[in-house]
């Protein structure tokens, strides 16, 4: 086996590990997100039926998955462990110079941190953490149409992430 190959099979462990990890928590399922969703997968119209203050971004998917799915906790989980999972993905693909042992830490730092502060939610942030280092990598190596879209993509989940798009544009003017 290669080293390449030795590496894939530990970054899958660790996702594996996670994934058995949030599956045993708690999913917090915030009214503010989920019924929304929940109307809008039976026929209603956002901002026309359904008063809300927040953008569409991720009452989208999840009305997508409830009427694909149906409305029920095994749905709601999942959803709420995909943006998760993807994030520590991207962090094991890209620490995968790093040797093993400091992968292992690196992927045991994010799991602690991340469900220290709330990560088993259905919650834009959660989900927005699976854009953390598409955009850092993308703004690092210049590929700015890439980060601006993974930008505004988070900006559709909530309207917080347009901080980001302003410290992008003051890095960039100096």
């Not at 989980?77 to 993807?86: E, V």
């Not at 210049?142 to 410290?167: D, E, F, H």
Request: hydrophobic letters at 60%.
């Amino acid at each position: 086996m290669t080293k390449r190959e030795r590496l894939d099979l530990l970054a899958a462990g660790l996702l594996c590990v996670h994934a058995a990890l949030a599956l045993r928590l708690r999913t917090v399922a915030w009214p503010e997100v989920t019924t929304p969703a929940y109307l809008w997968s039976r026929g209603m119209m956002m901002y026309r039926d359904i008063k809300f203050v927040h953008t569409p971004g991720l009452m989208g998917p999840l009305a997508a998955a409830f009427a694909a799915f149906g409305e029920n906790a095994t749905v709601l989980r999942l959803f709420a462990i995909a943006g998760p999972l993807a994030a520590h993905g991207f962090l094991l693909a890209h620490t995968r110079s790093l040797s093993a042992g400091r992968r292992i830490l690196a992927s045991l730092f994010f799991v602690a941190l991340f469900y220290s502060f709330d990560g088993n939610a259905v919650w834009p942030t959660a989900l927005m953490s699976a854009l953390a280092i598409p955009i850092a990598i993308g703004l690092a190596r210049g590929r700015l149409r890439t980060a601006g879209l993974l930008i505004g993509l988070a900006i559709l989940m909530k309207q917080t992430a347009a901080y980001v798009l302003v410290l992008a544009c003051v890095r960039l003017a100096f």
